[in-house]
């Protein structure tokens, strides 16, 4: 016994390096995710599984941009810039085995265990992104192609004037064709809007004025009608001619006459076709709002506001949260108007905000002139304060716009187009100055903030900007419960570094927030509850400080966009329920830079991917 123990103990240092050695051998070259016993994979596996999986993710991004010539011309790629995308049914079909395919191989020639972090999020990343687009095919004739907000008919227009330039004679003579092509994009779009109309999904009859007000703006003006100021298209293309120096006057003349000849030719008549649609379905048209009349229209419902709130809620749980949030704003509102000695109760001060001259400019064009220019400096004041904020910022620019003429009596109050990833193009930051009533001054601090910085434009160009991640997460605008989300706490964020000093303007953040709060209840009515427009519209009035206008607005938004208004304040929540996490773990060692990091560098997630971000963030720094 006294032999075994001596020999015992001689070796069991030796064991005990051996033992050491192995552990560090795994611990460093193995994958780190797994016990240190039990991993399959070492650093080399993992490096090689990786490589495999983001070639894969560049093959299929790659494939995605030769299916849309109109997301290359987004992204400053010019090969495909002559042609529109394809709308057709054939089209459509293809996409979804396409989707079916991609996600086959992902699953079953990709083994997750054996990635890096980054391509195991953009692994999950892609595999969601297809299983929505999957569940949706069945429900793609549920919606409305040609609508008030963001239909074919303005958005083909509004594309040509935002993403495609014109430097040379080529980039005109494509301008052209693509003009040319409008009769064939027509027509697959009246293709769509006549397959819809067998299901049932046809707009409620309030709204066709609208649309029909806007094709006949999209080819009124000259040179189609001598006399009246210049025609949208032909103004912009002949504003594109006269910013490249090496077109002398007579080549203008010629490409400027071909232009009014693709209009006369091509362009009135195939909006004429559309115009003469709309206005025999308009007979046809009943009043019902909600998704409800459709077949299948609850099922669709249920699977927009998961889509949209990145969340398993119910339409009721919905509801209830949103009348919940009314009563605490309303509360905090409340605060507020106590500070400003105002005498009255709340209803008495929303019409106060809504009768004041004080908060509106004129709706003239010096009006709209400043408001534009004040909407800019708050962008650049809050631009100077980032890094408070951010470890990192976009390099890209934002500009302010007024929305174009031909679309302003029926767009939104505002919203966000990114910029070109080459520079070539800003960010802009939308206003609807139709109406200055829409868009107070008391509310112009948010919305800046919401559409421009540290809203949109820092949260969408910044994701583009990050080279380390894969095209498809680059680009991306799914997840809107993110996308809004982050929009909405953004307006917040402000006020917490010293914004807001007016308590008007801070009562507008929380009017801004109040409606967003609205938003969950009046879409969850219509489309599960069977309001009608106008219980909608009163439910508006009554409970914010909005214009008359403003209320219509919207509910004729939540009719065209089921569900999407749910992203906004579960998104906000949630984003904001994960830093008091982050702040409760990690008390001095947390710093809102890098948190912020943490919610922006992996571009737009679900929201279950980012609560999982978030918690490694707090066991890394905790560690």
């Known amino acids: 016994m006294n032999n075994f123990i001596k020999i015992t103990i001689r070796i069991l240092p030796v064991f005990a390096i051996l033992v050491l050695a192995y552990v560090l051998y795994l611990n460093y070259y193995g994958d780190r995710s797994q016990n240190w016993f039990g991993g399959r994979y070492s650093k080399a596996d993992i490096i090689v599984e990786s490589k495999k999986a983001n070639a894969f993710f560049e093959r299929y991004y790659d494939t995605v941009l030769t299916m849309s010539p109109q997301l290359q011309s987004s992204l400053g790629i010019k090969t495909q810039q002559d042609k529109w995308d394809d709308l057709s049914e ?7 085995e396409f989707n079916l395919k991609n996600l086959k191989y992902l699953q079953d020639s990709l083994r997750t265990e054996g990635l890096d972090s980054t391509t195991s999020i953009s692994f999950l990343l892609l595999e969601k ?12 004739h549920f919606d409305y192609p040609v ?21 040379n004679e080529k980039d005109a003579l494509d301008y052209l064709k693509r003009l040319n092509g409008l009769d064939l994009r027509i027509n697959q779009i009246l293709e769509q809007l006549q397959l819809r109309e067998a299901t049932g999904a046809i707009p409620p009859r309030f709204l066709f004025p609208k649309l029909i007000d806007d094709c006949v703006n999209i080819v009124s003006g000259a040179p189609l009608n001598p006399g009246l100021k210049k025609n949208v298209i032909y103004e912009d293309f002949e504003n594109k001619l006269n910013r490249v120096a090496d077109f002398d006057s007579n080549r203008k003349k010629i490409l400027l006459d071909n232009c009014k000849a693709v209009l006369q030719n091509t362009v009135l008549p195939a909006y004429g076709r559309l115009i003469n649609y709309l206005r025999n379905t308009e007979t046809k048209a009943i009043s019902a709002p909600g998704l409800w009349k459709m077949k299948e229209g609850e099922e669709c419902y249920a699977f927009r506001l998961k889509e949209q709130s990145s969340s398993d809620l119910s339409p009721e749980a919905i509801y209830d949260l949103g009348n919940d949030e009314i009563q605490r704003i309303q509360s905090e509102m409340g605060d507020i108007i106590k500070k400003l000695n105002f005498r009255g109760d709340l209803q008495e001060f929303f019409k106060f905000m809504r009768e004041s001259q004080q908060f509106y400019y004129p709706n003239s064009p010096a009006g709209k002139a400043e408001y534009l220019k004040k909407a800019t400096a708050i962008i650049d004041s809050m631009r100077l304060q980032l890094p408070k904020l951010f470890n990192i910022m976009p390099k890209a620019a934002i500009t302010v716009k007024a929305v174009e003429s031909y679309r302003e009596m029926s767009a939104g109050k505002a919203f966000y187009e990114v910029p070109a990833p080459d520079g070539s193009r800003p960010g802009h930051y939308y206003v609807n100055t139709f109406d200055m009533r829409i868009v107070p001054k008391y509310q112009m601090e948010a919305l800046a903030y919401h559409e421009g910085i540290p809203g949109h434009h820092l949260q969408l160009a910044l994701a583009q900007e990050m080279t380390n991640l894969p095209r498809f997460r680059r680009y991306s605008q799914d997840y809107n419960a993110y996308v809004e989300g982050w929009g909405l706490y953004a307006e917040l964020l402000p006020k917490e570094i010293g914004f807001y000093k007016d308590p008007y303007s801070d009562f507008g953040r929380l009017a801004m927030e109040l409606w967003r709060a609205c938003r969950l209840v009046v879409d969850v009515g219509i489309h599960s509850k069977r309001w009608t427009r106008e219980q909608a519209i009163q439910f508006y009035k ?82």
């Open 90 to 96: 054939e089209a459509a079909q293809k996409r979804y």
């Open 129 to 140: 992104q297809l299983e929505q687009e999957i569940e949706g095919f069945k429900y793609r």
């Open 147 to 167: 609508n008030q907000m963001h239909g074919l008919h303005t958005e083909s227009i509004s594309f040509l004037i935002n993403s495609h330039p014109i430097d």
């Open 542 to 623: 009554n409970n914010t400080p909005n214009s008359e206008a403003d209320c219509i607005k919207m509910v004729d938004r939540h009719i065209v966009m089921p569900g999407q208004a749910a992203a906004y304040k579960i998104g906000m929540m949630a984003i904001l329920e994960f830093r008091e996490k982050s702040k409760k773990e990690l008390g001095d060692k947390f710093d809102i830079r890098d948190f912020h990091d943490v919610v922006l560098k992996n571009g737009a997630v679900p929201l279950s991917v980012l609560e999982d971000l978030v918690m490694e963030y707090i066991k890394n720094n905790k560690r």
